[in-house]
C-alpha cells in the first residue's frame, strides 16, 4: 500500500507531516477517505462525528502502534519514531484535525 510504509516523514515530530506522508494515502488528505477505501477496506473516516466525540490521543497512538485488529491497518511501532506517533496522535485527535478548510 502506497503511504503506508516508514519512512517520508523524518524525525521531526510534525504531526500534520507524519499524517500527509504516513497516513493520507488511506484516510484521506482531511481525514475523509475515499469511497473506494472505504468500500475496500473499511477504512474509518476521521472526522466523523462519532469518532470526534470519543477520540483522544491515547487511543490514536494505540491505533498507530498496533495496527487495526482486522490487520488492515499496518501497525508504525517500530517503523516509526516514538516521537513520530505522538505528533500525529495529537494531531488527529486535536480539534484542529477535523475544522473545515
Do not use: N
Request: proline content about 8%; charged content about 15%.
Amino acid at each position: 500500500m502506497t503511504g503506508c510504509g516508514a519512512g517520508g516523514a523524518g524525525a521531526g515530530a510534525d504531526g500534520r507531516a507524519v499524517f500527509q506522508s504516513l497516513c493520507a494515502t488511506c484516510h484521506g488528505e482531511d481525514g475523509r477517505p475515499p469511497a473506494a477505501m472505504i468500500a475496500r477496506l473499511g477504512v474509518r473516516d476521521l472526522t466523523g462525528p462519532e469518532f470526534r466525540a470519543r477520540v483522544t490521543p491515547a487511543l490514536v497512538e494505540q491505533q498507530v502502534r498496533a495496527g487495526s485488529k482486522s490487520k488492515l491497518m499496518p501497525a508504525f511501532e517500530g517503523a516509526i519514531s516514538d516521537a513520530q506517533i505522538a505528533a500525529v496522535s495529537a494531531y488527529v485527535a486535536s480539534p484542529q484535525f477535523a475544522a473545515p478548510p
